[in-house]
């Protein structure tokens, strides 16, 4: 049986990984895409965690965070194509209206 | 078959309500006409009154509900009250505002309502589940509610940058709980609390607090993680941003004391030391930044990252009397800020907002009134005896002493005297100067009048008189437990 | 869940959340996390949470994704070329993943020593039966609060999306 | 003559009376009139007014003098002035041998020279203030010398220094004559702080064997408390106080310049009284000094020095109050050498007959300068003996005084002080040689002054000679009594009365050559200034020219001026500019200012990481993580 | 009795705020009124101090913020009995003389009102809460009557007054804090009450940085040497009355901290800043009287003047003898006195000729005798001239001063001499001399109203000078009690002094 400490490693990169992606990309959607992936290695740790615990609450929560992800997806795309239709662009790095 | 667990209603009450009134407004709203949106305020206004007065009443009882992971205890029913104010006095600003800005009244008085059953939910919950739930289910109203006068760009802006952090802060949010939870065996802050007084912290439960303070630390604007904060405050509706620089923060911090002071308060020494170093680096920085700014929204920005600084010092300064100082100060803050942007809603004119120092020209002596409330915002956010700023700083400050973080409270006191250099900056511009711009007369609008009246008040009341309000705060965070 | 089918999962995931953030099509990126998605949900079957796989698929992959790919199709993006303005943004960013990696993996390797074995499970497990049967005795008020937290996301997209 | 000091004399009789705070009230209340009435009700009121009151307190004085018991003091001790822990100080006047002797040389002459003002001022506007300092000026110095306490002694010390301010600057518009009073202030000041800190010593030493008072009769009777090294630092220091108040050595520049003021004023204060004050003050303090011979041969030697320094000075002078001024300051240097040698007694009569002959040569002055239309530079006048006799006559009967030519008052005070000189074991045969060289330049600058305004033709233009006219009566009258007083002056037996205080006065005996010299030098004097300036004035002018380098040196008054300007004064001014443009401004604030400029340089250094780029700020969030995680790694 | 006299102007100023901003006169009547009825209360309190009890009187305690052990405690002692009667007494006079301030007089009148309620406030607290909250509360409205009211500068040399004391300030707020904790973790209960902490034994070391704390904080005030800067720029800005309450009694505060608080508080870490104190105190004499001398600015003159008089203070404070605190207490009042009428002087010229430059008068005398013999007299007063107030307490201190330590005392009384250059060359250049200037000949003399200031000030110096004995004997006591706790042994009671020998007549006294 893996250990428990391989589900966490694994998760830990898929987060880093979901991390970098926001920093990196310049297109706002694919920042959404990655803090998507970030919220998917939460519950991957969830569900590892629940298995080794042998508690049926991680699972539980990786529900909830389901229908908070929806929530947010629905919001946060609604955002991206108002700001898309007022700006032309959703690039992070060309939205500095306010700064200093 | 599944049978129900026991729901204990009263504990519910304070969250039932607004969602209810949010309900009510969005349905009344469908059938009315655009001039009579006002009534809809006065609808919200009147839920958060009851709301209020129930809290008030639950004040004395603590029962825990839902096995444990919900309570009803005077630390969530004070910090409930906290929540109506900011919720009333940000709809008593609204009224006006919502004439020289074309935002959907029904939908925005809706998403405030909803915003605050987030913020009770998190003040009242006892479980990590539940308390990011409510700060998930407050963070996504504010998120629109920042980006919804959509015909202004900052608006928008302001809308995509907080929720692109917001996201990625629960991220971080959401993983520390799983740590806790992976480490801990529950989510129930009770057991947490059991299980790290009996075995102490292993190293998943320290990766798991970093995680929690990060998370924390977005919400609540300390230092690192401050950085939206301008931006955000400065983009969205002046109403929105006093809602999120008093509201939002408030609940913030009610999960954080409660679960780092109540829940990891065994392993006080493990994460004092960061908070320690993120209080100095948010006050410091707050205080720095402000100094240089001359739009006055911005700089009462960075003024709430300051003040973030100082409730962190009362987080530091833990259990005796750190929550309680922590508790009052948020009135007070509330309070203080509330009245400071109603004063510059109340300078803006139609439409054109208007927030640079300049406009303040010559206010102290064409608008008497409305410079005096001004002018006792900005002494009691320096912390002029006899108003509650003082009396605030004083109750964390003499925490932290008593606590013996003396340099931390030297350096609290250091940066207060920063402060007062830019919060008299907005005194000296209303009185020293000359200037032209005439705001509407005051009296035109007598909702806006009124809350800066309550917010004024308060601010001198509870400075001149504070020994009933502390003891309340010493009282409900003894509640705690 | 033994080691092989742990490395036969877990080679994959990380291949594809790469493609996912270095992919300069968005549509490529956009499959590659359904595919991600999938992936998890097969995990999720392993680690006994066959109920929870199923949800995985149904909601992530199934109308998640779909959502994205909808906007995208919306904004019809073209490649976003992978330069930035700041290089400098772009090192630190790399750098800081590469610590951050650093840290956890360490962190979580070092946790290992206190390892205790994986509990034996109750019947049922991972079952929509227990799901169900949890969800609505002691996590009733979360299931409440997501309500309203949906109530407001549809509102909130209302607003802001119309025309 | 040993100097036999009482020093176990018990004190005597002490009579309470409660009249004696009128003696210096009666000014008080002619400078009240003057100030509030004088204006409204004219010149002719406050001219009966001003000297009314002063004769008021004489008579009280000759009162006080008359019932005075015998080697006793009356005292009237009016309330409590400061009282706090161990200090304590009563507002309280004592009459005593040498105070009668004092009050009624001040109210005397100074009634005298009250009503010489009257004629004086005759033309001035300004009458009623000039008359207020004046009351003012008496009232202070009968305060000074009536004073039972040395703090009361220094409160009457400084009013006699401020109405001198005042005075000598009286015709403020002249902006010369308004820095001279500074000046004179000033130095007095710098004379007072030396006085101070005697004091504190005086009292902090008595006060360590639990003696705490400042009354003359208490620390006579605890003397002994005081060891001698300790008397001899404080006898130093009031010796400061007395040199500047009676113009010594260090601190005599103020008095030439005070002659800015009107003569009156320099007769009354820079001749009679105010000067004097020093020499009253180390005679009241005789126990005191008698303790440390060192501090006494300190005072004789400044005193000798000072006396043959200003003679020298005055030998060519050609301002008439400039060589009255340096007179004076020589006079005074003769009365310290007497007390430096131990002759309270001698030095005391001198004071007295002195003041009687130089206020008498300063009225004549100013008789000479208001009938010379205000001309004050002696090469300007002479051949004035037959146009104003009385001056002229009074004026001689002055000089010889001066000169000490037997018979004359000048005579046995100035005598008796060199024989003291010679015989005293305080003295020495070099002071006493130094004193007569001194008496014989006296006689000669005397009777140079005499005979140069006096005698040969008039050289002052033609419309000036037209308008010399001899000073009315209420000038002269004053002159005429000023003169019988030089003479019977002498004749007063002053020694046996002040024996009480400085012990039975026994005539030094000694060699008829030291006793006679001094005379025949000031007739050798007289004579030389006669061959010089009468018989043929060339000789003086190729004088003069012969030894022109020696001659420069004297008329500039050794530059002592410039000197004291460039040691001092610049150098104090320079630095308190550095001080205030180079410290005050960039120092210190320049530290408080540069704070403030570090916040806010630091502010907009922070700013710049607010570039409102959403991934920017993300990652800050990663590395706030970062160093979160990092805190937990170790 | 004691809050009435502290509550009684605010309650004026906040009625002030309701009046029509037309009526000016009646404003300036109104608050004239209140400023006299508070100083005939403070004369009421004159009357009944009893002189021989040394500890406080007029007693008020009513608990207001129960948790910390906050009470609302006043009382009145020797010491601030004075300087409370100082303040009343100034502002009434203070108020005549702003009767030429056209603009915004509700206001103006508002701010001083609420002036005096804090200063009179910080007098009397008894509790370290209340003496902190007054202490603020006196800065705010100093702030504004400096801000509006001042020159050209004003609004710098306004905020520098604020940040300069508020640093101060506020590192004495974490003193206070960390001394009320002391306080519970030696007597278990956290308390601010003064009489209390009095009896506090604080480690030797934990003295020193408390007292370092309290010493800044007051040293800003007073202003000693190094932190004085601020003054001239406050002086030279402010308005006349202001800087007459500036000087005449926000500066004492700083004085009265010191021998109120930080020296019985800290008797340990006192006796060791003595030399460093008195060091600083002699300089700021010799630097103020230097550096006055070559002021080209009337106001900026007096202003260095006030560093010099203070230092007196200071000095005769440290010196730690009864002679010593009760000249520097009497000096307090000295100075409030006497530079308060020099500031209405310059405040006179300057209505008319709006210049404060020396070198635009000259020649004032024939033009103002009246002024010009009024401005003599303060000008006496202020550099000591026996007979006069200033000299008693010069006197006194240079006494104490020279025993505490020699070298002190000669220094000092080398600022006396100091003190006479500048300020006989300042009244040469502005009083005698020519009247050179066209515009000097147009200047009119004092009016009635003017003279009526002046009159009670001049009364004042001469009797202060003459009879100090009823100033003295009542501050006695408590100047013995304060020096009993600051040497920390049993009051040690002064030998009586020797008593003159047996005279035949009684000297009837």
């Known amino acids: 049986m893996a250990p428990i400490s391989y589900h966490l490693i694994l998760s830990g990169i898929l987060f880093t990984i979901g991390v970098m992606g926001v920093l990196l990309r310049r297109n706002t959607i694919i920042i959404f895409m990655a803090i998507e992936l970030m919220l998917n290695a939460v519950n991957l740790s969830f569900v590892a965690l629940a298995r080794h615990l042998g508690s049926m609450d991680g699972q539980l929560i990786v529900l909830f965070v389901m229908a908070v992800a929806a929530a947010e997806a629905a919001v946060g795309l609604a955002i991206i194509l108002m700001v898309f239709r007022n700006k032309e662009t959703i690039n992070a790095d060309e939205l500095k209206l306010m700064r200093w | 078959m599944i049978k129900l667990p026991p729901v204990n209603w009263l504990s519910l009450l304070p969250a039932i309500i607004p969602a209810f009134t949010g309900i009510l407004v969005l349905c009344w709203d469908l059938g009315m006409k655009n001039e009579e949106r006002h009534r809809l305020a006065w609808l919200g206004i009147l839920g958060l009154a009851i709301t209020a007065v129930v809290s008030f009443c639950l004040l004395g009882r603590n029962e825990p509900a839902f096995n444990g992971s919900y309570t009803l205890d005077s630390y969530a029913m004070f910090f409930n009250l906290i929540f109506c104010l900011a919720g009333i006095l940000t709809f008593l600003m609204s009224i006006q505002y919502l004439h020289t800005s074309d935002i959907h009244a029904g939908e925005y008085y809706a998403l405030i309502l909803f915003a605050i059953v987030g913020m009770v939910v998190m003040a009242a919950a006892t479980d990590l589940v539940n308390i990011f739930l409510g700060l998930e289910t407050m963070s996504i109203a504010v998120y629109v509610l920042a980006g919804i006068w959509r015909q202004r760009l900052q608006s928008n802006e302001a809308a995509l940058k907080y929720f692109l952090l917001g996201a990625f802060a629960s991220g971080f949010l959401l993983y520390g709980i799983a740590l806790l939870y992976g480490a801990t065996g529950s989510i129930q802050l009770g057991k947490i609390a059991m299980h790290v007084n009996e075995h102490g912290a292993s190293t998943i439960l320290l990766i798991g607090v970093a995680m929690l303070i990060v998370g924390f630390g977005f919400k609540v604007a300390a230092a690192p993680f401050h950085v939206w904060t301008p931006d955000v405050y400065e983009g969205a509706p002046t109403t929105i941003t006093a809602f999120m620089a008093v509201g939002v923060k408030a609940a913030a911090f009610a999960a954080f004391a409660r679960v780092f002071l109540h829940t990891l308060g065994g392993i006080h020494g493990q994460w004092e030391g960061i908070l320690w170093v993120l209080a100095v680096l948010t006050m410091t920085v707050g205080n720095i930044t402000a100094l240089v700014q001359n739009n006055v929204k911005r700089m009462l920005a960075y003024s709430s990252i300051a003040h973030a600084g100082y409730l962190l010092v009362a987080m530091v300064a833990g259990k005796e009397l750190g929550g309680a100082a922590l508790m009052y100060y948020l009135v007070a803050y509330g309070l203080m800020n509330l009245g400071a942007f109603g004063v510059i809603i109340a300078v803006g004119r139609r439409g054109e907002p208007n927030e640079e120092f300049a406009d303040f020209a010559g206010l102290g002596f064409r608008y008497p009134l409305l410079a005096l409330a001004m002018t006792v915002f900005m002494l009691s956010l320096t912390g002029i005896p006899p108003l509650v700023g003082f009396v605030g700083k004083f109750y964390i400050f003499s925490a932290a002493v008593k606590a013996g973080y003396l340099w931390l409270a030297v350096i609290g006191v250091l940066n207060s005297v920063i402060s007062a250099y830019y919060y008299i900056r907005v005194i000296v511009s209303m009185y020293m100067h000359e200037g032209d711009k005439v705001p509407e007369k005051l009296s035109a609008r007598p909702a806006l009048a009124v809350a800066i009246l309550i917010a004024a008040v308060g601010t001198i009341w509870l400075g001149v008189f504070p020994s009933a309000s502390m003891a309340l705060s010493r009282l409900s965070f003894l509640a705690l437990g | ?163 | 003559m040993e100097h036999a000091h009482a020093t176990a004399q018990a004190l005597s009789l002490s009579l309470s009376v409660s009249y004696l705070r009128y003696i210096p009230l009666f000014p008080l209340l002619g400078v009240l009139f003057n100030i509030f009435l004088g204006h409204r009700l004219g010149r002719k009121a406050v001219n009966i007014v001003s000297p009314g009151m002063v004769f008021l307190s004489f008579l009280v004085s000759l009162h006080a003098f008359w019932n005075l018991p015998e080697g006793g003091r009356l005292v009237d001790t009016m309330w409590l002035w400061i009282s706090s822990g161990t200090l304590h100080v009563d507002f309280a006047l004592q009459v005593d041998q040498l105070s009668a002797m004092m009050i009624l040389v001040v109210t005397g002459v100074g009634f005298l020279i009250h009503v010489y003002s009257t004629g004086y001022m005759a033309h001035d506007h300004d009458v009623a203030r000039y008359f207020a300092y004046l009351n003012l000026f008496t009232a202070s110095m009968l305060l000074l010398v009536l004073g039972e306490n040395l703090l009361l002694l220094f409160v009457g010390w400084e009013g006699v220094g401020l109405c001198s301010y005042l005075l000598i600057g009286f015709w403020y518009t002249d902006d010369e004559k308004a820095s001279a009073g500074k000046k004179a202030f000033i130095v007095n000041r710098v004379g007072d702080a030396g006085f101070l800190l005697g004091l504190f010593l005086l009292f902090w030493t008595l006060g360590e064997s639990n003696v705490w008072t400042l009354s003359f009769s208490t620390i006579q009777q605890h003397i002994a408390a005081v060891p001698a090294e300790v008397a001899t630092v404080i006898c130093l220091l009031l010796f400061v106080g007395a040199a500047g108040k009676s113009a010594q050595i260090p601190l005599y520049v103020w008095l030439p310049d005070a002659m800015a003021g009107p003569t009156p004023v320099s007769a009354l204060i820079h001749a009679a009284t105010m000067v004097t004050a020093g020499i009253y003050m180390i005679a009241r303090l005789n126990f005191l000094y008698a303790l440390s011979p060192t501090a006494l041969s300190v005072v004789a030697t400044v005193g000798a020095a000072t006396a043959f320094f200003a003679a020298t000075i005055g030998l060519v002078q050609t301002d008439i109050k400039k060589v009255l001024a340096y007179s004076t300051v020589s006079q005074l240097g003769y009365m310290f050498l007497a007390l430096g040698v131990g002759a309270y007694t001698a030095g005391v009569f001198h004071l007295m007959t002195h003041a009687f002959f130089k206020a008498l040569l300063f009225l004549g002055a100013g008789s000479v300068i208001h009938g010379m239309s205000d001309e004050q530079d002696i090469t300007k006048m002479g051949g004035l003996k037959s146009k104003m006799p009385v001056t002229f006559w009074t004026f001689f009967i002055a000089c010889l005084a001066i000169a000490g030519v037997p018979g004359l008052s000048g005579f046995f005070s100035k005598d008796l002080i060199l024989e003291e000189a010679y015989a005293s074991p305080l003295g020495s045969p070099m002071l006493w040689l130094v004193g007569t060289i001194g008496a014989g330049m006296t006689a000669f600058y005397m009777f140079r002054l005499l005979f140069v305004t006096f005698f040969g033709e008039n050289r002052a233009s033609h419309e000036v000679q037209h308008h010399i006219h001899e000073s009315p009566a209420s000038m002269t009258v004053p002159l005429a009594i000023l003169a019988v007083l030089s003479i019977v002056g002498g004749y007063f037996p002053l020694l046996h009365f002040l024996s009480p205080l400085f012990g039975e006065h026994h005539e030094p005996h000694v060699a008829p050559l030291i006793k006679y010299l001094p005379t025949v030098v000031g007739l050798g004097g007289i004579a030389l200034a006669y061959v010089m300036y009468v018989l043929n004035p060339a000789i003086a002018d190729n004088m003069a020219r012969g030894l022109s380098a020696f001659h420069k040196l004297l008329f500039n008054k050794y530059y002592i001026d410039e000197i004291y300007d460039a040691v001092i004064v610049r150098p104090i001014v320079g630095m308190s500019n550095w001080l205030w443009k180079v410290w005050d401004a960039i120092v210190i604030d320049g530290t408080v200012n540069g704070a403030a400029h570090t916040m806010e340089a630091n502010g907009s250094l922070l700013r710049l990481w607010q570039n409102g780029n959403v991934q920017n700020y993300a990652l800050s969030f990663l590395i706030g993580a970062m160093a979160i995680l990092g805190y937990y790694l170790w | 009795m004691v809050s009435a006299v502290i509550f009684l102007p605010l309650l004026a100023a906040v009625l002030l705020l309701f009046m029509a901003k037309e009526e000016e006169e009646l404003a300036r009547r109104f608050a004239l009124g209140v400023a006299l009825v508070t100083f005939v209360i403070s004369l009421g309190l004159l009357v009944n101090f009893d002189s021989s009890k040394a500890d406080f009187q007029f007693v008020e305690r009513v608990p207001w913020i129960a948790d910390f052990g906050i009470h609302y405690y006043v009382g009145v002692d020797g010491i601030s009995l004075f300087l409370v009667l100082l303040t009343t007494f100034l502002v009434p006079i203070v108020l005549l003389a702003s009767w030429d301030v056209h603009s915004r007089v509700k206001e103006y009148l508002f701010f001083f009102l609420m002036l005096e309620t804090g200063m009179l406030g910080a007098l009397v607290a008894l509790d370290l809460f209340l003496f902190y909250v007054f202490w603020e509360v006196m800065l705010i409205p100093m702030y504004f009557l400096i801000g509006v009211w001042g020159g050209a500068r004003r609004i710098y040399a306004a905020i520098k007054f604020l940040l300069y004391t508020m640093v101060g300030s506020l590192l004495m707020l974490v003193a206070i804090l960390y001394l009320a904790y002391l306080h519970n973790a030696q007597y278990g209960a956290v308390t601010f009450d003064l009489l209390q902490l009095y009896n506090l034994k604080i480690p030797e070391q934990t003295q020193l940085w408390l007292f370092a704390a309290f010493a800044l904080s007051f040293a800003i005030k007073v202003p000693l040497f190094p932190f004085h800067t601020w003054l001239p720029d406050a002086h030279v800005e402010a308005p006349t009355g202001g800087s007459v309450i500036l000087a005449g009694v926000l500066l004492k505060m700083g004085t009265y901290g010191f021998l109120r608080f930080a020296l019985p508080l800290f008797p340990d870490a006192a006796h060791a800043a003595v030399p460093t104190i008195m060091a600083l105190s002699v300089i700021g004499i010799i630097y103020g009287a230097l550096v006055a001398m070559v002021q080209p600015d009337l106001k900026k003159l007096v202003a260095y003047s006030s560093v010099s008089h203070l230092g007196f203070v200071m000095l005769g404070m440290f010196a730690f003898n009864m002679q010593g605190i009760a000249g520097s207490v009497y000096q307090m009042l000295n100075h409030g006195i006497s530079t308060g009428a020099l500031f209405l002087l310059v405040g006179v010229v300057y209505e008319r000729r709006h210049t404060r430059l020396i070198s635009d008068y000259g020649g004032l005398w024939k033009q103002m005798p009246v002024y010009a013999s009024v401005f003599l007299v303060t000008m006496l007063s202020s550099i000591g001239l026996p007979g006069l107030n200033g000299f008693v307490g010069e006197f006194l201190i240079m006494l104490g001063a020279f025993k505490a330590n020699v070298w002190a005392g000669a220094f000092a009384v080398s600022g006396v001499v100091l003190g006479a250059v500048y300020m006989l060359w300042m009244y040469q250049r502005v009083i005698f001399g020519e009247l050179k200037h066209e515009e000097n000949k147009k200047l009119t003399d004092l009016s009635p109203r003017e003279i009526a200031i002046f009159t009670p000030l001049l009364a004042l110096m001469l009797l202060m000078g003459l009879y100090p004995q009823p100033f003295l004997t009542r501050m006695e006591k408590s100047i013995e009690a304060t020096l009993a706790r600051v040497e920390r042994k049993t009051a040690v009671v002064q030998v009586e002094p020797v008593e003159p020998p047996p005279v035949q007549v009684v000297a009837e006294r």
Do not use: C
């Not at chain 3, 976003?80 to 700041?86: A, G, L």
């Not at chain 3, 991972?126 to 169900?132: D, E, N, P």
């Open chain 3, 1 to 163: 869940m033994d080691l092989l089918t742990f490395f036969m999962l877990a080679v994959p995931l990380v291949l594809f959340a790469a493609v996912v953030i270095l992919h300069p099509s968005p549509v490529y990126s956009a499959m590659s996390l359904v595919v991600v998605m999938s992936f998890l949900a097969l995990y999720f079957f392993f680690l006994d949470a066959h109920m929870l796989g199923w949800f995985q698929i149904i909601v992530y992959a199934g109308s998640i994704m779909v959502l994205f790919l909808f906007v995208i199709m919306l904004l019809n993006l073209q490649n976003d070329p992978q330069e930035h303005q700041q290089p400098s943004l772009r090192t630190a960013s790399r750098i800081g993943g590469a610590v951050l990696i650093a840290e956890l993996v360490f962190l979580f390797s070092r946790s290992s020593s206190s390892e205790k074995a994986a509990a034996e499970l109750p019947e049922g497990f991972g079952t929509v039966v227990a799901l169900s049967e949890k969800l609505f005795t002691d996590f009733l008020i979360p299931f409440e609060i997501t309500s309203i937290l949906l109530l407001i996301a549809a509102v909130g997209a209302v607003v802001l999306a119309k025309r």
